[in-house]
């Protein structure tokens, strides 16, 4: 979920929870996943649902594991919660004995809960190291910020952030290392302001950290991955849910739904011509038609759910096919594919 700058923090709420669970119709029995446990709201109401179901939580934050512990206590051994990447999820499940799954919920993005930690640095609301890790291993934004080249900046800034100023941020970086070390939020967001200009309720530094937290965390890439492991994990009938929050995620779900379900997609700026050698089989068939959005009643509610968008498609029978390779070039820097912006 998103935050816009200068907003008081809010609880985790869960985004188009009714749309979410209406749509995925669960079985009496069975195994629900939810891929992206965060604070835990799709996952207490998947158990809410249906009292004999089981439920499978999955998420790389040891901090949102430890969060769940008491949830688990509470579902009388209905809920086993793996910390692992959700783009695992098949070999996650493997690994503890499940062999399918009958309904998968993907809920993508950062959660409230990190957004509104400033010691987690993901937001420039409040000061705090420039961290944006999710998991708690890996380099961190600040090692991305004070050792990528100029061009891989300004590319990441760009493609992930879309932002149109990349340029002049990524050398506004580099003349401020040399300085120093860039290691708070308020330094990066005060480096960006400087260069990006300033649009009503909107921070001129939102769309840079949104850039360096989906590089930091390889969210793209995650994204592709678990679309592609719930392909495979899923029983015949078995459906898959994902919201999204911005238009890069929801670009991705579109086109391997797109591609999966035999329809043709419609070509972006970094796809042109729609889904070139898309694999035939039909191993989805579309349960919403178009992407559901939140109602105005939860807009007032949510403002976070401002710009939600919740896909879901049902498993057919058909084997699941290799791996969409168009879609994963949407997770790709244009550059990586011979065209970035320059």
Known sequence: MRASAGSAPQPHIPVLLDEVIESLALP????????????????????????????????????????????????????RIIEGCFGSL?????????????????????????LDRPERGFSFRNDGPLDMRMAATGPSAADLVNEAEESHLADIVYHYGEERRSRA???????ARRRGRIETTAQLADLVA?????EPGIHPATRTFQALRIAVNDELGE??????????????GGRLA??????????????????????????????????????????????????????EDEQRRNPRARSAKLRVAERTEAPAPAPLAAVEALASLPDARGGGRR
């Open 194 to 198: 400087g260069v990006v200009r300033s």
């Open 90 to 114: 098949d070999v996650l499940l493997a690994a503890i004995g499940e062999a399918g799954a009958d309904r998968i919920v993907l809920d993508i993005g950062v959660s409230s809960m990190q």
């Open 242 to 295: 994902v919201v999204t929050f911005h238009s890069l995620e929801d670009r991705i779900v579109k086109q391997f739904f797109a591609g999966r379900s035999g329809r043709s997609a419609q070509g972006s700026r970094h796809l042109p011509g729609g889904l070139p050698g898309a694999a035939p089989a039909r191993s989805f068939a579309p349960v919403t038609k178009g992407p559901v959005l939140p109602g």
């Open 223 to 236: 994204l592709v991955r678990a679309l592609h492991a719930a392909e495979r994990i899923l029983r015949p």
């Open 169 to 175: 941020v990524a050398r506004t970086i580099i003349e």
């Open 28 to 79: 009496e029995t069975g195994l629900a996943v939810d891929g992206t446990f965060g604070a835990g709201g799709y996952t207490r109401a998947l158990l809410a649902a249906q009292p004999d179901i089981q439920v499978v939580a999955i998420d790389r934050d040891p901090t949102a594991i430890a969060a769940g512990a008491a949830l688990v206590a509470e579902s009388a051994g209905r809920l």
